[in-house]
């Protein structure tokens, strides 16, 4: 992930592009996007749970139709945003997968 002319830091970057295939998964899939970090029972790692919930699922009713886990840090990488952002792609994809939509919330640019 390239730098805004130098002056961001790494994981602001991630962040940005994790809040924004957020945000398009979102509209693309009709859900809303939940996020939970808690501490597991090893020390300086958390668990990172990403929880699609439907809009369509009628008034009153939040329907999960998804939901993703990954660690932090993982063996990927040590910045949170990237694991945020690693883990909302795959979400889209998961939700991709089940409601059989073509594309990706991901614009491409």
């Not at 961001?8 to 996007?33: C, F, G, Q, S, T």
């Not at 501490?39 to 008034?59: E, H, S, Y």
């Amino acid at each position: 992930m390239a730098l805004k002319n130098g002056t961001a830091k790494p994981d602001e970057e991630y962040m940005r592009a994790a809040w924004e295939n957020a945000r398009d998964a979102e509209e693309l899939h009709r859900v809303v996007i939940s996020y939970e970090l808690l501490p597991v029972n090893r020390q300086g790692i958390w668990a990172l749970t990403l929880k699609a919930d439907d809009l369509d699922a009628g008034p009153g009713f939040m329907k999960t139709v998804a939901r993703y886990r990954t660690e932090f840090p993982g063996s990927q990488s040590v910045f949170l945003g990237a694991v945020i952002l690693q883990a909302i792609l795959k979400l889209d994809s998961m939700l991709l997968e089940l409601r059989g939509r073509p594309g990706s919330a991901h614009k491409q640019k």
